[in-house]
């Protein structure tokens, strides 16, 4: 758990123009029954936003995320575009009330599905575009209905990715890969349900404090996406795509992008590859942030880039209240 503190102690340091900030974006597994809410009662700026979802899905995304059920709102195909709503909501309450004395960000990322929120942030996609991509993504995504996932807890990224290989060349013919690589002593596996089970029991045997299976529908960053990662490819290549204006920490090489192309490449990888959090965000501190600003439901973000730079400033947006305050700093 952190601190909770954490977001008062971040805004009391952070003073304007001293803010060298990435913005950065959750993804899926953060939603809440409830979330936004705030924004759309208090904001017209972000009621607009949510009425726009609603009308590009043709559905009550907005009911969805206000009211549940819990179950629908986790469902991958409708969580994906409700956390990229309340994400980008919070962006543009942000940009309107903190105006002239907002400094823009020196980089955006999202981890997985938060890459969506992170491309219409840094100016790739137009929040349409975006919302119809990410409601595709979770269909396909959906679809799979193959394999698992398990976080693995306490164990070094060699040791993991040596199990790994040592069940990958098993005779059981499943595989399995590390799906995330989200903080020193937080991995994330995926692949077949047997391959998953092997390498975490393994894993314990060699140390891991804890072995968690995830309740997720399919193998995450996983070769086994292949088909939902073709069924991007071809969803990208109709969409329109910009060059960011602010360059993106990419999943995949954890290299800025800034090109349209690129952007495009990466929406279909970034299906079947591991997401590189640590990696993303050693990049951001090489590019000069020192601040990192979750913007969106929860702080899970906001935990992992604390154990990987215990020296960054961090900064949680989930709420009406967390802009104001964070503004008034400005």
Same mark, same amino acid.
């Given at each position: 758990?952190?601190?909770?503190?954490?977001?008062?102690?971040?805004? $009391?340091?952070?003073?304007?123009?001293?803010?060298?900030? !990435?913005?950065?974006?959750?993804?899926?597994?953060?939603?809440?029954?409830?979330?936004? @809410?705030? &924004?759309?009662?208090?904001?017209?700026?972000?009621?607009?936003?949510?009425?726009?979802?609603?009308?590009? &899905?043709?559905?009550?995304?907005? @009911?969805? =995320?206000?009211?549940?059920?819990?179950?629908?709102?986790?469902?991958?195909?409708?969580?994906?575009?409700?956390?990229?709503?309340? $994400?980008?909501?919070?962006?543009?309450?942000?940009?309107?009330?903190?105006? !002239? *004395?907002?400094?823009?960000?020196? +980089?955006?990322?999202?981890?997985?599905?938060?890459?969506?929120? +992170?491309?219409?942030?840094?100016?790739?996609?137009?929040?349409?575009? +975006?919302?119809?991509?990410?409601?595709?993504?979770?269909?396909?995504?959906?679809?799979?209905?193959?394999?698992?996932?398990?976080?693995?807890?306490?164990? +070094?990224?060699?040791?993991?990715?040596?199990? =790994?290989?040592?069940?990958?060349?098993?005779?059981?013919?499943?595989?399995?890969?590390?799906?995330?690589?989200?903080?020193?002593?937080?991995?994330?596996?995926?692949?077949?349900?047997?391959?998953?089970?092997? !390498?975490?029991?393994?894993?314990?045997?060699?140390? !891991?404090?804890?072995? &968690?299976?995830?309740?997720?529908?399919?193998?995450?960053?996983?070769?086994?996406?292949?088909?939902?990662?073709?069924?991007?490819?071809?969803?990208?290549?109709?969409?329109?795509?910009?060059?960011?204006?602010?360059?993106?920490?990419?999943?995949?090489?954890?290299?800025?992008?800034?090109?349209?192309?690129?952007?495009?490449?990466?929406?279909?990888?970034?299906?079947? *590859?591991?997401?590189?959090?640590?990696?993303?965000?050693?990049?951001?501190?090489? @590019?000069?942030?020192?601040?990192?600003?979750?913007?969106?439901?929860?702080?899970?973000?906001?935990?992992?880039?604390?154990?990987?730079?215990?020296?960054?400033?961090?900064?949680?947006?989930?709420?009406?209240?967390?802009?104001?305050?964070?503004?008034?700093?400005?």
């Amino acid at each position: 758990m952190l601190p909770e503190r954490i977001n008062e102690r971040a805004t $009391s340091i952070v003073k304007g123009s001293d803010m060298n900030a !990435a913005w950065v974006f959750p993804g899926q597994g953060s939603q809440t029954v409830g979330m936004g @809410h705030d &924004l759309y009662v208090h904001s017209p700026t972000a009621r607009a936003i949510f009425e726009q979802a609603d009308e590009v &899905l043709g559905f009550a995304l907005s @009911h969805l =995320c206000f009211e549940g059920p819990e179950t629908a709102l986790t469902a991958t195909e409708n969580a994906q575009p409700a956390l990229l709503t309340v $994400s980008i909501a919070l962006v543009r309450v942000l940009e309107e009330i903190g105006g !002239a *004395a907002l400094v823009r960000p020196l +980089a955006v990322a999202g981890h997985s599905l938060g890459e969506y929120s +992170a491309l219409v942030a840094g100016g790739a996609l137009d929040f349409a575009t +975006a919302l119809r991509l990410v409601r595709r993504r979770g269909e396909l995504m959906a679809a799979a209905h193959e394999g698992s996932m398990a976080a693995v807890i306490g164990l +070094a990224q060699p040791d993991l990715e040596q199990i =790994c290989e040592q069940v990958n060349s098993g005779d059981h013919g499943g595989t399995v890969v590390i799906a995330n690589y989200n903080a020193p002593d937080q991995l994330v596996i995926s692949g077949s349900a047997a391959a998953v089970a092997q !390498a975490g029991q393994i894993a314990k045997e060699h140390g !891991a404090k804890r072995v &968690l299976g995830l309740k997720v529908s399919a193998a995450f960053h996983s070769p086994l996406m292949q088909a939902a990662a073709e069924g991007m490819a071809h969803e990208i290549a109709q969409a329109e795509v910009r060059d960011l204006e602010v360059p993106l920490i990419a999943n995949v090489s954890a290299e800025p992008l800034r090109s349209a192309d690129e952007v495009r490449r990466e929406v279909v990888t970034q299906v079947t *590859a591991p997401v590189r959090w640590i990696a993303s965000t050693e990049a951001m501190l090489a @590019h000069g942030c020192t601040t990192f600003v979750e913007i969106g439901p929860g702080k899970v973000l906001t935990g992992l880039v604390r154990r990987i730079a215990p020296q960054a400033r961090l900064v949680t947006l989930s709420s009406w209240a967390d802009v104001q305050a964070f503004v008034a700093q400005l």
